[in-house]
T-cell receptor, first 111, second 117 residues
């Protein structure tokens, strides 16, 4: 089956710890994206990557980092510098123009 | 800059009645417009898109949307609502024809649709 997978579905961390969220796609899409979703705020773009070994900051990149070493993978690290990391994180991919396809999401809770 | 407005946080409709979820947009050039649906604790599912062509776009699960350039709107519609349509709906836009800036979409804040028996 083609699609986007995110793991884990739920993640719990203590404040001050870095945590990495996984995103893998087998759709052969060049572009990949990370969004954060908070209640009542819609989706906000964290980082995006149009091609391997290249990525750009989105609207709320502070406190996050990414890598794009393989076309299929676009992991997101939530660092201890992110002030409010508890949120639902969504990964997506797309061709150059058109709809984005989303993974099932990871709910991160930091206490 | 591109932006999207979904003026209603929640829409309530009785099963069997028609439903409309509103979306207005702002872009500098021609828009590419999208609708997505999200069920609780799930990712977004693509419903339909307008890139060019016919202003009435048909999508998944019996949904359709009408692109209205003069009103800068792209309202989502369905002739007969089902209880199973109850979910969170997002409208998204990007400016068409752009290259080099990626396929970045701007999402609205979402509209919760509740279909009751």
């Amino acid at each position: 089956d083609g699609g986007i997978t995110q793991s884990p579905k739920y993640l719990f961390r203590k404040e001050g710890q870095n945590v990495t969220l996984s995103c893998e796609q087998n759709l052969n899409h060049d572009a990949m994206y990370w969004y954060r979703q908070d209640p009542g705020q819609g989706l906000r773009l964290i980082y995006y990557s149009q091609i391997v070994n290249d990525f750009q900051k989105g609207d709320i990149a502070e406190g996050y980092s990414v890598s794009r070493e393989k076309k299929e993978s676009f992991p997101l690290t939530v660092t201890s510098a992110q002030k409010n990391p508890t949120a639902f994180y969504l990964c997506a991919s797309s061709i150059e123009i058109g709809e984005q396809y989303f993974g099932p999401g990871t709910r991160l809770t930091v206490t | 800059a591109q932006s999207v407005a979904q003026p209603e946080d929640q829409v309530n409709v009785a099963e069997g009645n028609p439903l409309t979820v509103k979306c207005t947009y702002s872009v500098s050039g021609n828009p590419y417009l999208f609708w997505y649906v999200q069920y609780p604790n799930r990712g977004l599912q693509f419903l339909l898109k307008y890139i060019t062509g016919d202003n009435l776009v048909k999508g998944s699960y019996g949904f359709e949307a009408e692109f209205n350039k003069s009103q800068t709107s792209f309202h989502l519609k369905k002739p007969s609502a089902l209880v199973s349509d109850s979910a969170l709906y997002f409208c998204a836009v990007r400016e068409g024809g752009l290259t080099g800036g990626g396929n970045k979409l701007t999402f609205g804040t979402g509209t919760q649709l509740k279909v009751e028996l």
